[in-house]
């Protein structure tokens, strides 16, 4: 029957000869699973073949995506494979995921006392209270805020800010941020992340946040008897900044 029916014999011919009641458009779901003979090609849970439901004769020839496991259903050629054990390996490698970003971006054992943090590093978080942080101390993302207000005249410079807060763990990823915010195929992972759109926590001393945060919205903290040098270097790469954004804007096709 099978090799009648995808021969292409006439179809009311193939229902008198077998004596089957079924619609001709349907006479391919009586016919049964096709089985990939190859050992390569077992289910890597099972260790059976895979089948494949046929086709109808007008349709397209079966491909590797339409194989899976009689046993588990397990879909070898698909890589959203729905089964149980490839949705619990998906499970365990995001919670795998999940455990190293928390180990990457924990709190600090020691976290910076306000009176501590340099001049330059004050002022870097003070532009961010201004525009991305609440007032828990929860910054970004940065691209929700980008209409809103910039942190600095480029993103080289806005990068170049959050880098070194980072660094100088005066800021950390809050671990809580969405996993495709992370590039999980790089070998630098969890630190390989899209810096505008992860979320970031102000980590300085806990006891200390709210009053640091006053601070930094109130700008306080200039000393002109040691930040005078710091706050001239600082105004000067700003400077130069707004004239590459400058540049730039002009130069645009």
């Known amino acids: 029957l099978i090799e009648r029916y995808y021969s292409g014999e006439n179809m009311s011919a193939l229902l008198n000869d077998y004596d089957l009641d079924v619609p001709a458009v349907r006479l391919f779901s009586l016919l049964p699973a096709t089985y990939v003979t190859s050992d390569k090609d077992e289910c890597e849970f099972c260790s059976v073949h895979l089948i494949a439901q046929r086709k109808s004769r007008t349709a397209v020839k079966l491909s590797p995506t339409d194989f899976y496991c009689p046993k588990c259903g397990h879909k070898p050629f698909v890589d ?10 998906r499970n365990d490698e995001i919670k795998r995921r999940r455990e190293l970003i928390y180990d990457a971006f924990k709190p600090s054992d020691t976290p910076a006392k306000f009176d501590a943090i340099t001049f330059r590093d004050k ?15 929860l910054i970004g993302p940065l691209h929700i805020y980008r209409s809103a207000g910039r942190i600095s005249p480029t993103k080289e410079y806005t990068h170049v800010i959050l ?16 996993l495709c915010m992370f590039n999980c195929q790089s070998p630098n992972f969890p630190y390989d992340f899209n810096m505008d759109y992860v979320e970031y926590l102000l980590d300085v001393d806990e006891e200390e946040i709210e009053d640091s945060l006053k601070i930094l919205d109130d700008g306080d903290y200039y000393n002109p008897k040691t930040d005078v040098k710091g706050a001239s270097e600082l105004w000067k790469e700003l400077a130069v900044e707004e004239c590459l954004e400058y540049l730039t804007y002009h130069t645009k096709d």
């Not at 959203?80 to 390996?89: L, N, S, W």
């Not at 978080?125 to 942080?133: A, D, P, Q, R, Y």
């Open 123 to 137: 002022v870097y978080l003070g532009i961010l209270s201004k525009t991305v942080m609440d007032d828990s101390g």
């Open 163 to 178: 880098s070194r807060l980072i660094e100088g763990k005066l800021i950390r990823v809050n671990p809580e941020t969405e």
């Open 80 to 89: 959203d494979c729905g089964c149980a054990r490839c949705t619990q390996k």
